[in-house]
């Protein structure tokens, strides 16, 4: 090993500026990787360095439609250091210019916040909530100022009570963000809600109680003690392990994903370090016949040549840890502004582990055959030019090697995104999409081949004819260029063709069919009065309403609900409350799939129907049975029948609708959906306000248009992350071009010998690099469309138009690429001196 | 008085390299006419690949003139010398210099190709015949020996009918068996065609087989012997 370090030392040596293309893409495809991983870290941390304050407390124990009963309350005071309780919800507020708009409304105690403190852009807290000549303060975020033409002084209207606008929040540290706010944050005490009609049993407000721990007690100590004295309050437990676990979970996926596209950047660079090491051990042909004629074995050969290969590596993988690790750091101070949630930026090396393995694994992956090719390499190149290798093919125990290493990539994507189905159908993606692009260069190349016999096609077009013999001929550098650009290509229309959809979807047939308002909250009693005055009005079209209530699933068939022992996708309906409802008949639109539906007067033991994906996703089946905690008691029902919903519809429907007898004592609000033709919101919202005081409204068509964005900010990011495998795939472009280059200086200088003129040789050029980029592109279109047709016919159920910008982006980036990469080289050829080059031929 | 095919007159060539400028040709003139078959022979490193460049208008003088049928080389830009050889020159090289990415018989047909010739493929299959590999023309110059090899160059060369016919050192990489042969084949084509052919060899014998042999050394002529076959 000692003699195969030396030589390697010694062969390395003066030979790393012919691997400026290996290094660039190893470390092009790590720092992507690390920098998304250092970023995701940098959050993370930021939520756990911070998680007192933004879960208020140690912990968090929340209750959804009713407050805390006085024995609980007591055993928490009892139990906690310091106890606060706060009440959050959406309301409706009220202009003096009789304007009215959504807030999220936080009802606080006197000892809010237990953790940090709310800053105010004037004045303090307690004095601004504080009553005031029989009035309560409120202070409110200043996009609601904004919305509602709001100065500081006026008075706002809050279900029935007047509140004074008196101050501008600048921090809350406990406000949690993630997914679609819909409305801007209002604060007011607790007291000032008092007579404000708005917290009745039954409406959709949430309690949170915020506790400090004493001193020695631990949060599962802690957890124990309350499940113990107070088992069913249904409580959701938060503590620090994670003070925002949506946050968390949102930014854990965005980061697992936009890391599987670094690792699409990688793949990339795998082609890149593929071609730079062929390319190299081809120039060390002679090296290697020259240390077998004297006695070296095919073993000690692929050591010295992996030695190299794997210090290029590590400098590779150094290079990109260290822009990864760097970039943000450095960008740390403006990103922290630019974020919405606190991030400690810093050096995470475990982030830096997987981006080196990742690293550490494609090269070699990569480098691999042509190494094991290498050991082939007979001491009779040293007589003769042209020597059969003994095989086509590694030998087994490479072979071997190769599929271990491509096993562990799979197994480290499986591992670092923890989740065996997003690692694997995205290296599953990269495969197949790596395989297409080199089935379609030997498609081209076939093609090219065919066309450039046509004597028809070609006469009077030496440049075409020049173009299809290069792209249809041996050694050309078809496959290169379509390997290089081909799956960056198809990550940017994948997202484009996807993105479009999407938007298109939400924009076209769901707006279309959308209602214009849902409203919620409104009490039980007023339930009929709410339906007159909407089929008073003109305007509106149509109205739905059903009794809401939500629960939160704590037991199935009588065993505790463990969202471990459910499939991934289901387990999003084990983690919070989910809306139910009663109903006496099908809901409209609903297929039952099997069971059959109650009798319209039954009232038996309580009965279920379940949307039957999530249910089959659960593991459920007729017969079951089902526990729901509702305002802090268990209701047991059993499943008699499963149904399908087409959610996009948006019309009202719940996952779960139990027969009325089961839930019609429980206090209950109920919802409605409004549709209205566009234009009639804001009149409409006065009007119900008139007489509904505390039914919220809100407005579908902005949430849409929200909603709209938001997908269009993902769409972004994940194709900013794309810009690595782009970058990578420029790079592997330049490297194939000018590994390329002095055949094609040569077959200039041959072809002026026989009279080609300098216009010929460029309209080649050209016409070789914009058949390659194109059908690089073509290809890549098609899988992008293939791939969105998938999500939005599968998935979404709709109907896929394909989407013809994104596709002639894609087109043009594809041509403008290769053109523009291979310009300046094409520029060298068409200069070329036919003397010199055949002279140095010779 | 005819126009002589070539005509050299006081030309110098001065090429760059690291070690600075280096004298290839020194104030050289020589007349070709028509038909002639002309051997430049010398050692290694005299000028006469370089002298052959020059005649092909692949290479420009430093000083002098060069003209062919009359045609002053020195007053062509880049692209009407590429024509000029197109129309007037068939060039064989030592290393055969055949385009890899091209079949036999795409390799022959490109000079026509170029010159917008119809029937550039069933021309280029009935030179690929006429030196007997017709059943290769669709191979790869990778997929062909040596001498094979070479044949697609003379019948490259050869196919567009030149007036001129330049080879260096067409049989240097071939076995003495194939090179025979080659030198046969190159002879008969000029036979045919009454090309004016000059040949760069430092082969003796071969050299002998021409009309007039041309002796270089050190970028020199040393001598210039007519009906030296006679």
């Given at each position: 090993m000692m003699l195969a370090w030396r030589l390697a030392r010694r062969e390395l040596r003066g030979s790393l500026g012919s691997f400026r293309v290996f290094l660039a893409c190893l470390a092009i495809g790590v720092a992507s990787i690390a920098a998304v991983g250092s970023i995701t870290g940098a959050i993370t941390a930021g939520l756990q360095g911070n998680g007192r304050a933004l879960l208020g407390g140690d912990v968090e124990l929340r209750l959804t439609h009713r407050f805390a009963e006085p024995e609980e309350r007591a055993w928490l005071e009892d139990e906690a250091a310091s106890l606060s309780e706060v009440i959050t919800f959406r309301g409706m507020i009220g202009a003096p210019s009789g304007e009215r708009a959504l807030a999220q409304v936080k009802a606080v105690d006197g000892v809010y916040p237990l953790v940090g403190a709310v800053t105010l852009q004037d004045g303090t807290l307690d004095a601004a909530l504080a009553e005031q000549g029989g009035t309560f303060g409120g202070v409110a975020e200043k996009a609601l100022l904004d919305r509602l033409g709001l100065s500081i002084g006026d008075d706002l209207r809050l279900g029935t009570k007047t509140i004074a606008l008196r101050g501008v929040i600048a921090s809350e540290p406990d406000r949690q963000t993630g997914g679609i706010d819909l409305g801007p944050r209002l604060m007011v005490s607790t007291d000032a809600l008092e007579g404000s009609g708005l917290l009745q049993e039954g409406s959709l407000y949430r309690t949170r109680y915020r506790l400090t721990l004493a001193e020695g007690d631990t949060a599962e100590a802690f957890q124990e003690r309350l499940d113990e004295a107070l088992p069913d309050a249904g409580w959701r437990w938060r503590d620090l392990s994670d003070p925002s676990p949506g946050t968390t979970r949102v930014v854990e996926r965005i980061g697992t994903f936009l890391i599987l596209v670094g690792l699409a950047a990688l793949a990339v660079g795998g082609v890149g370090v593929s071609a730079a090491t062929r390319g190299y051990?081809?120039?060390?042909?002679?090296?290697?016949?020259?240390?077998?004629?004297?006695?070296?074995?095919?073993?000690?050969?692929?050591?010295?040549?992996?030695?190299?290969?794997?210090?290029?590596?590590?400098?590779?993988?150094?290079?990109?840890?260290?822009?990864?690790?760097?970039?943000?750091?450095?960008?740390?101070?403006?990103?922290?502004?630019?974020?919405?949630?606190?991030?400690?930026?810093?050096?995470?090396?475990?982030?830096?582990?997987?981006?080196?393995?990742?690293?550490?694994?494609?090269?070699?992956?990569?480098?691999?055959?042509?190494?094991?090719?290498?050991?082939?390499?007979?001491?009779?190149?040293?007589?003769?030019?042209?020597?059969?290798?003994?095989?086509?093919?590694?030998?087994?125990?490479?072979?071997?090697?190769?599929?271990?290493?491509?096993?562990?990539?799979?197994?480290?994507?499986?591992?670092?995104?923890?989740?065996?189905?997003?690692?694997?159908?995205?290296?599953?993606?990269?495969?197949?999409?790596?395989?297409?692009?080199?089935?379609?260069?030997?498609?081209?190349?076939?093609?090219?081949?065919?066309?450039?016999?046509?004597?028809?096609?070609?006469?009077?077009?030496?440049?075409?004819?020049?173009?299809?013999?290069?792209?249809?001929?041996?050694?050309?550098?078809?496959?290169?260029?379509?390997?290089?650009?081909?799956?960056?290509?198809?990550?940017?229309?994948?997202?484009?063709?996807?993105?479009?959809?999407?938007?298109?979807?939400?924009?076209?047939?769901?707006?279309?069919?959308?209602?214009?308002?849902?409203?919620?909250?409104?009490?039980?009693?007023?339930?009929?009065?709410?339906?007159?005055?909407?089929?008073?009005?003109?305007?509106?079209?149509?109205?739905?309403?059903?009794?809401?209530?939500?629960?939160?699933?704590?037991?199935?068939?009588?065993?505790?609900?463990?969202?471990?022992?459910?499939?991934?996708?289901?387990?999003?309906?084990?983690?919070?409350?989910?809306?139910?409802?009663?109903?006496?008949?099908?809901?409209?639109?609903?297929?039952?799939?099997?069971?059959?539906?109650?009798?319209?007067?039954?009232?038996?033991e309580p009965l279920m129907s379940f949307i039957e994906e999530e249910g089959r996703q659960m593991g459920l089946k007729v017969g079951d049975t089902i526990t729901i905690n509702v305002l802090g008691r268990d209701l047991t029902a059993r499943i008699a029948n499963f149904r399908e919903v087409e959610w996009r519809r948006m019309g009202i429907n719940f996952t779960m609708v139990t027969n009325p007898a089961a839930l019609q004592a429980a206090p209950h609000s109920h919802i409605a959906t409004v549709y209205a033709g566009a234009g009639e919101e804001g009149r409409l919202t006065r009007l119900f306000a008139q007489d509904f005081p505390s039914a919220v409204a809100i407005p579908v068509r902005e949430v849409i248009e929200r909603t709209r964005d938001l997908i269009g900010q993902l769409a972004d990011a994940v194709?900013?992350?794309?810009?690595?495998?782009?970058?990578?795939?420029?790079?592997?472009?330049?490297?194939?071009?000018?590994?390329?280059?002095?055949?094609?200086?040569?077959?200039?200088?041959?072809?002026?010998?026989?009279?080609?003129?300098?216009?010929?040789?460029?309209?080649?050029?050209?016409?070789?690099?914009?058949?390659?980029?194109?059908?690089?592109?073509?290809?890549?279109?098609?899988?992008?469309?293939?791939?969105?047709?998938?999500?939005?016919?599968?998935?979404?159920?709709?109907?896929?138009?394909?989407?013809?910008?994104?596709?002639?982006?894609?087109?043009?980036?594809?041509?403008?690429?290769?053109?523009?990469?291979?310009?300046?080289?094409?520029?060298?050829?068409?200069?070329?001196?036919?003397?010199?080059?055949?002279?140095?031929?010779? | 008085m005819t126009t002589p095919a070539i005509a050299l007159e006081n030309v110098s060539l001065t090429l760059d390299s690291k070690a600075g400028p280096v004298d290839i040709l020194h104030d050289l003139s020589l007349q070709i006419e028509t038909g002639e078959t002309v051997g430049i022979v010398g050692p290694s490193g005299s000028g006469k690949s370089s002298l052959l460049m020059l005649m092909g208008a692949l290479e420009r003088a430093t000083s002098g003139s060069i003209k062919a049928f009359g045609q002053d080389y020195g007053s062509l830009d880049e692209d009407h010398l590429a024509r000029f050889r197109r129309d007037k020159m068939g060039i064989v090289f030592q290393s055969f210099h055949l385009i890899p990415t091209m079949t036999a018989l795409e390799n022959v047909s490109i000079p026509l190709e170029l010159a917008g010739k119809e029937g550039a493929f069933a021309a280029a299959r009935a030179a690929l015949e006429q030196v007997g590999l017709g059943k290769r023309v669709d191979h790869y110059p990778s997929q062909l020996s040596g001498g094979e090899q070479q044949r697609v160059a003379l019948a490259r060369a050869t196919v567009s009918g030149p007036a001129i016919l330049l080879a260096d050192e067409p049989t240097g990489n071939l076995d003495g068996a194939t090179g025979a042969s080659i030198i046969e084949l190159l002879f008969g084509l000029q036979g045919d065609t009454d090309a004016t052919l000059v040949l760069v060899t430092h082969d003796e014998a071969l050299a002998a087989r021409c009309s007039r042999v041309v002796r270089m050394s050190d970028g020199r002529i040393e001598s210039d012997i007519r009906e030296a076959a006679a």
């Open positions: 051990l081809e120039r060390k042909t002679e090296t290697i016949g020259t240390l077998k004629a004297l006695g070296a074995s095919g073993g000690l050969t692929v050591a010295v040549y992996l030695i190299q290969i794997m210090l290029l590596t590590a400098i590779g993988i150094a290079i990109g840890l260290v822009i990864g690790a760097g970039v943000p750091l450095l960008l740390g101070p403006t990103l922290s502004e630019a974020l919405p949630v606190p991030a400690d930026f810093g050096v995470y090396p475990g982030a830096l582990a997987e981006a080196a393995a990742y690293g550490a694994m494609t090269a070699l992956l990569f480098a691999l055959w042509p190494l094991a090719m290498a050991r082939e390499t007979p001491a009779a190149v040293l007589f003769r030019d042209v020597v059969e290798k003994g095989r086509r093919m590694p030998r087994p125990t490479y072979l071997i090697a190769l599929l271990a290493l491509f096993a562990a990539l799979v197994g480290a994507a499986i591992f670092f995104s923890g989740d065996i189905r997003i690692g694997g159908f995205f290296i599953a993606g990269l495969v197949v999409a790596l395989v297409a692009f080199a089935l379609m260069a030997q498609v081209v190349r076939w093609i090219a081949r065919r066309l450039s016999q046509n004597a028809a096609l070609v006469r009077g077009r030496p440049a075409l004819r020049l173009a299809l013999a290069n792209i249809g001929g041996p050694g050309s550098e078809t496959t290169g260029v379509m390997l290089s650009l081909g799956l960056g290509l198809t990550l940017l229309s994948t997202i484009g063709q996807i993105d479009s959809n999407l938007r298109g979807l939400i924009a076209g047939d769901i707006a279309d069919e959308a209602p214009a308002f849902f409203f919620l909250d409104i009490p039980a009693p007023q339930r009929d009065d709410f339906v007159a005055v909407a089929e008073a009005d003109s305007a509106i079209e149509k109205i739905d309403t059903a009794p809401m209530l939500r629960g939160r699933i704590t037991g199935i068939n009588g065993e505790d609900a463990d969202p471990e022992k459910i499939s991934p996708e289901a387990r999003w309906m084990l983690r919070g409350d989910r809306g139910l409802t009663y109903s006496a008949t099908p809901p409209e639109g609903t297929t039952l799939t099997e069971g059959e539906w109650w009798p319209e007067d039954y009232t038996g194709r900013g992350a794309s810009l690595a495998t782009i970058l990578s795939g420029l790079i592997v472009l330049i490297g194939v071009t000018a590994a390329a280059q002095r055949r094609h200086l040569f077959e200039a200088a041959v072809l002026k010998t026989l009279g080609a003129e300098r216009g010929t040789l460029m309209r080649a050029a050209v016409l070789r690099y914009l058949l390659l980029g194109s059908a690089a592109a073509l290809l890549a279109v098609a899988i992008g469309a293939a791939a969105a047709w998938a999500v939005t016919t599968k998935v979404f159920e709709a109907e896929y138009v394909f989407a013809l910008p994104s596709a002639l982006l894609v087109g043009g980036l594809g041509v403008v690429a290769t053109l523009v990469t291979c310009g300046y080289f094409a520029r060298r050829m068409v200069a070329v001196m036919p003397a010199r080059m055949l002279r140095s031929r010779e | -």
